[in-house]
């Protein structure tokens, strides 16, 4: 938050609030934009997909960035390095793939559930855990 200040963005804090409120603060425009961790805000977006909002491709919340010391002639570690984290890239593409699809299931589920349980919404309290809910 102390960067998006100095840039003059004003914050609004919410306190304890779910995912449907703040998200519909942005499709309303209340709000511009979600500082949250990816993976969570992928499964409260599948959960309102009614709401005209996304995640944006290339902005990160907190990046990690990390670097690898070795001497330059080390052309074989180089190598090496380069192939692990290309084959760790690539699982990671499709582990995210594979998130995204499986997400998608678990909200399909969990409406067909709430619909055989004749519930028409989500229950207005968040649960703790989404593996705990389930």
């Known amino acids: 938050m102390d960067v998006a200040r100095k840039y003059g963005a004003k914050e609004v804090i919410y306190d304890n609030a779910t995912n449907e409120q703040y998200l519909k603060d942005v499709a309303n425009g209340r709000t511009d934009v979600i500082l949250n961790d990816y993976y969570l805000q992928t499964l409260a977006l599948a959960a309102f997909p009614k709401l005209n909002i996304t995640i944006h491709p290339?902005?990160?919340?907190m990046p990690n960035e990390q670097g690898f010391v070795m001497k330059k002639d080390n052309k074989e570690l180089q190598k090496e390095?380069?192939?692990v984290l290309g084959d760790m890239k690539?699982?990671?593409?499709?582990?995210?793939k594979r998130f995204l699809r499986n997400s998608l299931i678990m909200q399909t589920s969990l409406r067909k559930l709430m619909l055989?349980?004749?519930?028409?919404?989500?229950p207005n309290k968040e649960p703790q855990s989404w593996e705990i809910f389930i």
């Open 116 to 122: 055989m349980s004749k519930m028409s919404t989500f």
């Open 81 to 83: 390095l380069n192939r």
């Open 90 to 96: 690539k699982k990671r593409r499709n582990n995210e």
């Open 58 to 61: 290339d902005l990160k919340y």
